[in-house]
Structures are given as structure tokens and as C-alpha cells.
């Protein structure tokens, strides 16, 4: 199950905004062609204390083995959030992070 996590700045983005980009982007990872999940959780988050950060940035943690090719699937999500951001007249610059973990996740405990 990747974890997306949105780090922005509400001085620079609204959370209106924010919102609609944490749905876009939670389609867009759930169907992406290069991984295989059946679900996405995501956390977006307006730090208290903020130095020199970018007004939106997106970090994807996955789990290495559901990866096939992690460049094409870099490609794939910022193709597929460019022609989002086209779509919705959304300006703000995203700074994207994909992170394919080597780690075990049990749900439902």
C-alpha cells in the first residue's frame, strides 16, 4: 500500500486546493500502469514551522517489490499530474519524491 504524503504551504496554496490535489494524486498512483496496488492512503500536512520549503511538495513511499520500473513510473506520475494541473488551472510549482521502500506493512491488526 504506498503512503502519500503532502507537505505544503498554506501562505502559498490553499487546503481547497490541497484537497483536490491529494484526491488527483491518490487516482493517479491507484492507477498507475507500473505498480500493482489496490490501495493508496493519503496524509497532507501544513507544517507550524516552515524554512526555505517549496509551496507544494509530494513524497510517495512504496513498497520496492510492487515497483516494476521506478523510472517509468516517476515519468508516468508527473506526466499524469502536469496534464491534472493543465486541467484544473492549478499553477502551484510540485516538488515530487518516490521512494520505493523495502519494508513490511500488516493492516488490520
Known amino acids: 500500500m504506498p503512503v ?3 507537505e505544503f504551504d498554506n501562505q502559498k496554496v490553499s487546503e481547497k486546493d490541497i484537497s483536490l490535489l491529494a484526491e488527483a494524486t491518490r487516482e493517479i ?7 500493482d496496488v489496490q490501495d493508496v492512503v493519503v496524509y497532507a500536512n501544513n507544517s507550524q514551522i516552515k524554512v526555505s ?3 507544494i511538495e509530494i513524497f510517495i513511499q512504496i513498497s520496492a517489490h510492487k515497483v ?8 508516468e506520475i508527473k506526466s499524469k499530474l502536469s496534464e491534472w494541473k493543465k486541467m ?3 499553477s502551484s510549482p510540485i516538488t515530487l519524491s518516490i521512494s520505493p521502500e523495502n519494508w513490511i506493512i500488516e493492516t488490520g491488526i
Request: net charge neutral; aromatic share 4%; no cysteine.
Open 68 to 75: 516494476k520500473d521506478i523510472n517509468a513510473l516517476v515519468n
Open 29 to 35: 498512483v491507484l492507477n498507475s500502469s507500473e505498480i
Open 53 to 55: 520549503v517549496h509551496p
Open 4 to 6: 502519500i504524503r503532502i
Open 88 to 90: 484544473n488551472n492549478f
